[in-house]
């Protein structure tokens, strides 16, 4: 991927969040990530782990500690995602968790 630095940055900065909130599950998917292949940042980007419905990052990381405390993970995702929809790189849900996380945004949700 030729953004792989700016998605590798992106990546970097919703582990910060995970880790903020304490999120083992989603934050040792990311960190594992970011240490292997061009080809597992990939996958993971285009993953059902990343982008998926129930159980996964998007869906579920930082719900333990609430609203406040998950709409970092949810900034961080927006930003991801919309580099990734840029570079052509997505999961089927990529575009609707985007748009989803800052409407809630918006409305103050």
């Known amino acids: 991927m030729h953004q792989d630095s700016e998605i590798r940055a992106l990546l970097r900065d919703l582990l910060e969040a995970l880790e903020a909130t304490e999120d083992s ?10 240490e292997g292949t061009g ?9 059902n782990e990343l ?7 998007a869906d579920q990381a930082g719900v333990d500690g609430g609203r406040e405390a ?3 993970i949810e900034g961080a995702l927006v930003r ?5 929809l840029r570079a052509g790189l997505v ?3 990529t575009r609707m ?3 989803t996380f800052k409407m809630w945004h918006d409305r103050g949700i």
């Not at 989603?26 to 960190?31: F, K, L, P, Q, T």
């Open 25 to 34: 599950f989603g934050a040792d998917i990311v960190s594992r990530v970011l």
């Open 39 to 47: 080809e597992e940042l990939d996958a993971l980007l285009a993953s």
């Open 51 to 57: 982008w998926g419905g129930a159980g996964s990052i």
């Open 70 to 72: 998950r709409r970092p």
């Open 80 to 84: 991801l995602g919309e580099a990734q």
């Open 91 to 93: 999961n089927q849900r």
């Open 97 to 99: 968790w985007v748009d």
